[in-house]
């Protein structure tokens, strides 16, 4: 189970930008693919979680997303998504896709805590200037 995130560039303040994190060794769609997520990392700060889907489509987001972000699978491409709108400067930063391998019952249980998630790509890199 491998990723590769891609999508990440410079914009300006209130710009758009479509992350992809193309998976590798399984489908985003398979029964154990079932709790996904996208994080973000700055420097000198924790990564933290910006949004996680599970099952079902169902998804959740972090309070600072505020309605801007939108995760999704794209399951002809067997990615995992993130659609970012009207960006501000503080959300910069390395944003990586990751997975939750725990026992299905247990799968996004943990809130948007980032620790239960694995098998992390590189990461892309966005930057948003005023």
């Known amino acids: 189970v491998t990723f590769v995130e891609t999508g990440g560039e410079s914009v300006q303040v209130g710009g758009s930008l479509k992350l992809s994190c193309v998976a590798s060794?399984?489908?985003?769609?398979?029964?154990?693919?079932?709790?996904m997520g996208w994080f973000r990392q700055s420097p000198g700060k924790e990564r933290e979680t910006v949004a996680i889907i599970r099952s079902g489509g169902r998804t959740k987001y972090a309070d600072f997303v505020n309605g801007r972000f939108t995760i999704s699978k794209d399951n002809v491409r067997n990615t995992l998504t993130l659609q970012m709108d009207s960006l501000k400067p503080e959300d910069s930063g390395m944003y990586y896709c990751?997975?939750?391998?725990?026992?299905?019952?247990?799968?996004?249980?943990?809130?948007?805590?980032?620790?239960?998630?694995?098998?992390w790509g590189r990461g892309t890199q966005v930057t948003v200037s005023s």
């Open positions: 060794g399984f489908r985003v769609t398979a029964t154990y693919a079932s709790c």
């Open positions: 990751a997975i939750d391998l725990r026992p299905e019952e247990f799968r996004c249980s943990s809130g948007l805590a980032t620790t239960p998630f694995s098998n």
